[in-house]
C-alpha cells in the first residue's frame, strides 16, 4: 500500500518568505508526527496530531511554525518569515494511534533551503 | 526522557553479521526500544522494537540485557545496502504521544 508522502520533495526559497509543506500519511492513520533533521543530526520532533488536533507542539522552534490537520487525514507545516537557520529537512510520520507499539512510518522528506 | 548512548561509527564486512551496541542505563519499566535506519536522503526506516523479551523478524534481531540497561541490535548476514545511519530509541510513555527522540546514531559501514 502506499505509504507517507510528503510535497514538495525540494523547497529553495528566500529568506523573509512564507512555506507550505504537506504531508499525507498512511491511510487510516489518526496520528500525525512532523520532525526537523538538519544536516549530521538525527531528527527532532516538533509536533504531532491525534485526528485533527495538535496534542503536543512542544517542539515548535518559535511562532514563526504553525501546524494544521483540519480532516484529520493531510497535515500541513506553515513557516513564515523563513530564515537561513530554518534549512533542513522536513520529515513527517503517520502511526496507527499513539500506542507505544504502534510503529511510526516516515515519509522521504521536504528538503527546504532558505537563501 | 530516557537517553540512549551509541557509538558514532562502526564497520561490518559484507556478509558478517553487525552488532549494534545501545545503553539506556536510565530506562523506565514501561519504556520501549526501538530501532530505525536512515540511509542517506531517505527518511528513517523502522526495524524492530522490544520490551523486555528478544525480538526477532525479518530484518533483525533485538537483544536486551535483563536488567533492560543495554540492547544489541543485529543484522545476521550484513548487505552493501544495510550501510546506513542506525537509532536505537526509547519511545516515552503513551501518555506523552509517544514521539520519538533520536540521538546522534552509528553509521555502519558494509564494506566488501
Known amino acids: 500500500g502506499a505509504g507517507v508522502s510528503q510535497t514538495p520533495s525540494n523547497k529553495v526559497t528566500e529568506k523573509g518568505k512564507y512555506v507550505e509543506l504537506r504531508c499525507d500519511p498512511i491511510?487510516?492513520?489518526?496520528?500525525l508526527y512532523w520532525y526537523r533533521q538538519s544536516l549530521g543530526q538525527g531528527p527532532e520532533f516538533l509536533i504531532y496530531f491525534q485526528g485533527t488536533g495538535a496534542a503536543d507542539d512542544s517542539g515548535l522552534p518559535n511562532d514563526r511554525f504553525f501546524a494544521v490537520r483540519p480532516e484529520g487525514s493531510v497535515s500541513t507545516l506553515k513557516i513564515q518569515r523563513t530564515e537561513r537557520g530554518d534549512s533542513a529537512v522536513y520529515l513527517c510520520?503517520?502511526?496507527?494511534?499513539?500506542?507505544?507499539?504502534?510503529?511510526?512510518?516516515f515519509g522521504p522528506g521536504t528538503r527546504l533551503t532558505v537563501l | 526522557d530516557a537517553k540512549t548512548t551509541q557509538p558514532p561509527s562502526m564497520d561490518c564486512a559484507e556478509g558478517r553479521a553487525a552488532n549494534l551496541p545501545c545503553n539506556h542505563s536510565?530506562?523506565?519499566?514501561?519504556?520501549?526500544v526501538y530501532w530505525y535506519r536512515q540511509i542517506h536522503s531517505q527518511g528513517p526506516q523502522y526495524i524492530i522494537h522490544?520490551?523486555?523479551n528478544n525480538e526477532t523478524n525479518e530484518m533483525a534481531s533485538l537483544i536486551i540485557t535483563e536488567d533492560r540497561k543495554s540492547s544489541t541490535l543485529i543484522l545476521p548476514h550484513a548487505t552493501l545496502r544495510d550501510t546506513a545511519v542506525y537509532y536505537c530509541?526509547?519511545?516515552?510513555?503513551?501518555?506523552?504521544?509517544?514521539?520519538?527522540?533520536f540521538g546522534q546514531g552509528t553509521e555502519l559501514s558494509v564494506k566488501p
Open positions: 536510565t530506562i523506565s519499566g514501561n519504556e520501549y
Open positions: 510520520a503517520s502511526s496507527l494511534t499513539l500506542a507505544r507499539t504502534d510503529t511510526q512510518y
Open positions: 530509541i526509547v519511545r516515552v510513555a503513551y501518555n506523552q504521544g509517544g514521539k520519538l527522540i
Open positions: 522490544g520490551l523486555k
Open positions: 491511510s487510516g492513520h489518526t496520528a
